[in-house]
């Protein structure tokens, strides 16, 4: 395997940051320096920074309908997280992607880093459909200003693709970006409040029948 192909599997990092770190010296194989286009084989030792870099030889990626309530993150300060959820064998999957405490939904969770970038990274545009719960009726005006224009948030323009479910108050929301609590800002920034936010789609991996607190492997 290609050096820049095991850093990137191995760490999360998109093949461009681990060429950037291949060629800054950062990585090493049996404590040598490596070049672009160098093969690595499943004796060797690579370390980024120091730092022993360990692919699985089975990649493993699973999908959890995340409850309200969970973090998703190892550590939960008191609070419940997804591992809680899980089988042990799966503790070592790392999530792609956060969701809030108080959302829901369709978290992936996966030990194949490049698969990871792929799903994350900016170029790659993959869509997030999410089920929203407003605490009031969005006016017509507001709708077309999220769906149109955008609102300008601190951290730049946030344009939602908006569908009407039930009633004016649920809503299909699409985006391909996925900057801290941008769905709550957004709406926030026009006077609303989400009152439920809960993910059914992440790029071509769908919820569908998946009940609330369970897992589906993928592979």
Known sequence: MRINKYVAQGTGLSRRAADKAIQEGRVVVNSDSVSLGDEVIESDTVALDGKIIKIESETTTIMLNKPFGYVCSRDGQGSQT????????????????????????????????????QLMHPRYSKTKVYRV???????????QMISD???????????????????????????????????????????????????????????????????????
């Open 149 to 219: 224009h955008g609102i300008e948030l601190s951290d730049g323009n946030s344009k939602l693709g908006l569908q009407k479910l039930d009633n004016d108050q649920e809503w299909q929301v699409t985006m391909s970006e996925g900057r801290n609590r941008q769905i709550r800002r957004t709406f926030e920034a026009l006077g609303y409040n989400v009152t439920k936010l809960h993910r059914t789609q992440f790029g071509n991996y769908s919820l569908d029948d998946l009940e609330l607190g369970k897992i589906f492997v993928q592979n």
């Open 133 to 143: 719960m407003l605490d009031k009726t969005l006016s017509p005006l507001h709708q």
């Open 82 to 117: 997804i591992y809680d959820l899980l089988p042990e064998k799966y503790h070592k999957l790392k999530p792609v992607g956060r969701l809030d405490k108080d959302s829901s939904g369709l978290i992936l969770l996966t030990n194949d880093g490049e698969f990871a970038n």
